[in-house]
């Protein structure tokens, strides 16, 4: 079992960058491929990163390729989202979520813990 807390969000104007950081509880923090999402009222949680166990592959969703970078620390139990070029539309809760037993996939009923999120405002 792991624990996550997501911290970082922020108002920032657009054209901006932010750093989330989730840290995670538990010994086995290797084992779980970690997702970062994003929601907005009304609609699904979208996945818009993703990282293997080991940190080698990596996922990123199309309307964020080139702009997000996702890295882990397995040693510090630390993952993050390094976001650039902020767009309005890129306002959300972001929330981290970990799976165990395979790798990233961009189904988030497929992820078994979750964070509390954190609030990501971009202003025009």
């Known amino acids: 079992q792991v624990s996550l807390v997501e911290s970082g969000g922020g108002l920032v104007q657009a054209g901006g960058s932010l750093r989330l950081s989730c840290a995670a509880s538990?010994?086995?923090?290797?084992?779980?491929?970690m997702g970062w999402f994003r929601q907005t009222p009304g609609n699904e949680r979208e996945l818009v990163a993703g990282?293997?166990?080991?940190?080698?592959?990596?996922y990123y969703g199309d309307s964020v390729k080139g702009r997000f970078t996702v890295s882990r620390d397995n040693a510090k139990n630390m993952v993050y989202l390094q976001m650039t070029s902020l767009k309005p539309e890129d306002t959300a809760v972001y929330l981290c979520?970990?799976?165990?037993?395979?790798?990233?996939?961009?189904?988030?009923?497929?992820?078994?813990?979750w964070g509390q999120g954190t609030q990501v405002t971009v202003s025009a």
């Open positions: 979520a970990a799976r165990a037993g395979g790798d990233f996939v961009t189904t988030a009923a497929r992820y078994a813990y």
């Open positions: 990282i293997s166990r080991n940190g080698i592959s990596t």
């Open positions: 538990g010994r086995t923090f290797s084992s779980y491929a």
